[in-house]
């Protein structure tokens, strides 16, 4: 329960009510979301973490957030990588019984093929160490289909949908959090799975098989991620591609019937041994107060994506919307007490953890495993992350911090009229602020409108900007802007949740 001190701290400094008009005028009226949106995802392209899309992005949001007007806009080393992965060309055809250039994409981090493959497919089900004893010397030569025939089952759900006012009630009514709220409750199984996967690929080459097929996840299009290898040195294996559901089916039924398949394919693509610096993008509007000045608040979103699309919606919408809420600021000649930070995080899609924002975590805050702090921990007020889509904000997750939702009750009070009004106890996980979260630092999601992102877009080939809505990012970064600006404008930081405890000694 917030305390009344802390309930007096906050309301002894509310915000200028003229400068939080002028953000929504200028944010509403003269915005630059989409333009900036298009710059990172499709006039740029696929922005794989730390491949030549990737850099380029961040050298052309690094100037962007320079041309606003804004300080120390640079391309902030997190740490090192393993070699990033950079796709030349592909393709995955059926040549008998008769013709089909089946709809598919190769796994980022894949091994290459020699040139083209050709192979009967065969259908199995490797789904564990098990498995593959199972299916040992017989797999030589062959196209692996590893997976079962998968009907369509969501063809009369709706695709498109925003967060209903009954869901929002019932966020906000939650007495108790659900979802993850800590840094292991999302880790969990996370690092096991990955090295599963490791296995099964060596087990593969080890038999010989010349590639692996998979189905999408999603029915609706092409969901093509990739592997994770960014983190640690590339295992090996073989050419492996996600097939799209339509084509999937087909071949598992003509499998099933005995049918006399013949596949080729090929798959060129090279690992880039340099730089293995990892880097994220930074910028910053300086806070005025000369005693909170040194203290931060910080807004940001991954900026890396997968290679089947240009990450429009995942995560190029975040990252525009975090980079117009502080032009916002900067506009109106905003005057923050504390400083407000903006970051663009690489390496949230692959690797075993959130490898640029834990990567900054580690360097400025302290270490998550140990919990050896950092001076500039006790310095940052908020974290604030933007991820998930790019629909309308609603409503931020409080990660189970019950102290700070007095707080947000009141930060959002000016932006009820927009539709950004729920404050929840419940955690999500999977993106960023995660790492934050790991130390034991306030760090939060905003509720966001779904639109199709889970149906359509997410990690598919549909990732361009057809699927951004400009007056939603314009209603986020009007959001973001005020609430960041409250955070850097109040006498006390948020409250902070209870430091997790060290995971090694």
């Given at each position: 329960?917030?305390?009344l001190a802390?309930?007096?701290?906050?309301?002894?400094a509310?915000a200028?009510?003229?400068?939080?008009a002028?953000?929504?005028?200028?944010?509403?009226?003269?915005?630059?979301?989409?333009?900036?949106?298009?710059g990172?995802?499709?006039?740029?392209?696929?922005?794989?973490?730390?491949?030549?899309?990737?850099?380029?992005?961040?050298?052309?949001?690094?100037?962007?957030?320079?041309?606003?007007?804004?300080?120390?806009?640079?391309l902030?080393?997190?740490?090192?990588?393993?070699?990033t992965w950079?796709l030349d060309?592909?393709s995955?055809?059926?040549t008998?019984?008769h013709?089909l250039?089946?709809?598919?994409f190769?796994?980022?981090?894949?091994?290459a093929t020699?040139?083209?493959?050709?192979?009967?497919?065969?259908?199995?089900q490797?789904?564990?160490d098990?498995?593959?004893?199972?299916?040992?010397?017989?797999?030589?030569g062959?196209?692996?289909?590893?997976?079962?025939?998968l009907?369509?089952?969501?063809?009369?759900?709706q695709?498109?949908?925003?967060?209903?006012?009954?869901?929002?009630?019932?966020?906000a009514?939650?007495?108790?959090?659900?979802?993850?709220?800590?840094?292991?409750d999302?880790?969990?199984?996370?690092?096991?799975?990955?090295?599963?996967?490791?296995?099964?690929r060596?087990?593969?080459?080890?038999?010989?098989a010349?590639?692996?097929?998979?189905?999408?996840?999603?029915?609706?299009?092409?969901?093509?991620?990739?592997?994770d290898?960014y983190?640690?040195?590339f295992?090996?294996?073989?050419?492996?591609?996600?097939v799209a559901?339509?084509?999937w089916?087909?071949?598992?039924?003509m499998?099933e019937?005995?049918?006399t398949?013949?596949l080729?394919a090929?798959?060129?693509?090279?690992?880039?041994?340099?730089?293995?610096?990892?880097?994220?993008?930074?910028?910053?509007?300086?806070?005025?107060?000369?005693?909170?000045?040194p203290?931060?608040?910080?807004?940001?979103g991954?900026l890396?994506?997968?290679?089947?699309?240009?990450?429009?919606?995942?995560n190029?919408?975040?990252?525009?919307?975090?980079?117009?809420?502080?032009?916002i600021?900067?506009?109106i000649?905003?005057?923050?007490?504390?400083?407000?930070?903006?970051?663009?995080?690489?390496?949230?899609?692959?690797g075993?953890?959130?490898?640029?924002?834990?990567?900054?975590?580690?360097?400025?805050?302290?270490?998550?495993?140990?919990?050896?702090?950092?001076?500039?921990?006790?310095?940052l007020s908020?974290y604030?992350?933007?991820?998930?889509?790019?629909g309308?904000?609603?409503?931020?997750?409080?990660?189970?911090?019950?102290?700070?939702?007095?707080?947000?009750e009141?930060?959002?009070a000016?932006?009820?009229?927009?539709?950004?009004r729920?404050?929840?106890?419940?955690?999500?996980?999977?993106?960023?602020?995660?790492?934050?979260v790991?130390?034991?630092?306030?760090a939060?999601?905003?509720?966001?409108?779904?639109?199709?992102?889970?149906?359509?877009s997410?990690?598919?080939d549909?990732?361009?900007a057809?699927?951004?809505?400009?007056?939603?990012?314009?209603?986020?970064?009007?959001?973001?802007?005020?609430?960041?600006?409250q955070?850097?404008?109040?006498?006390?930081?948020?409250?902070?949740p209870?430091?997790?405890?060290?995971r090694?000694?």
């Open positions: 329960m917030l305390t802390t309930a007096l701290l906050f309301a002894s509310p200028d009510t003229g400068v939080l002028r953000i929504r005028e200028e944010g509403l009226q003269r915005s630059k979301v989409m333009e900036t949106a298009l990172l995802s499709d006039l740029n392209g696929p922005r794989l973490a730390g491949s030549v899309g990737y850099l380029r992005a961040a050298e052309w949001a690094k100037s962007r957030l320079a041309g606003f007007g804004l300080s120390g806009a640079a902030e080393p997190w740490g090192e990588h393993a070699p950079e060309g592909f995955l055809e059926m008998a019984p013709y250039r089946l709809t598919a190769p796994k980022a981090w894949s091994a020699k040139g083209v493959v050709k192979g009967a497919p065969v259908l199995i490797l789904r564990n098990a498995d593959a004893a199972r299916y040992k010397g017989k797999l030589r062959k196209v692996v289909l590893n997976g079962t025939l009907p369509l089952r969501g063809r009369e759900a695709s498109f949908s925003r967060v209903s006012d009954r869901q929002l009630d019932s966020l009514r939650l007495a108790a959090p659900i979802g993850p709220t800590s840094y292991d999302d880790a969990e199984g996370y690092a096991s799975g990955i090295e599963r996967r490791r296995r099964l060596q087990f593969l080459k080890a038999e010989g010349i590639a692996l097929l998979e189905p999408s996840r999603n029915e609706a299009a092409l969901g093509a991620s990739g592997e290898d983190s640690t040195p295992g090996g294996g073989v050419a492996e591609f996600t559901r339509q084509h089916n087909r071949l598992v039924r499998v019937a005995g049918q398949i013949r080729e090929s798959l060129r693509a090279r690992l880039v041994q340099h730089p293995t610096t990892g880097y994220n993008v930074v910028a910053e509007l300086k806070g005025s107060d000369p005693t909170l000045a203290e931060v608040v910080m807004i940001g991954h890396d994506s997968w290679a089947a699309a240009t990450g429009a919606t995942d190029a919408a975040g990252c525009a919307i975090v980079m117009e809420a502080l032009r600021l900067r506009a000649d905003a005057r923050p007490r504390r400083t407000i930070r903006v970051a663009l995080w690489d390496g949230e899609e692959s075993d953890d959130y490898m640029g924002s834990m990567g900054y975590v580690r360097k400025h805050f302290g270490e998550w495993k140990t919990m050896q702090l950092l001076p500039e921990h006790a310095r908020a604030y992350n933007v991820d998930n889509g790019g309308k904000l609603r409503g931020i997750f409080l990660q189970g911090n019950a102290a700070a939702r007095g707080v947000f009141g930060f959002f000016p932006l009820a009229d927009l539709g950004a729920t404050v929840s106890i419940a955690g999500t996980g999977s993106t960023d602020h995660m790492s934050f790991a130390v034991g630092l306030p939060f999601q905003f509720i966001t409108d779904g639109l199709d992102y889970g149906t359509r997410h990690h598919t549909l990732d361009n057809d699927y951004l809505i400009e007056d939603d990012l314009k209603q986020a970064a009007v959001v973001v802007a005020t609430i960041a600006y955070t850097a404008m109040a006498d006390a930081q948020v409250p902070r209870p430091l997790p405890a060290a090694v000694k």
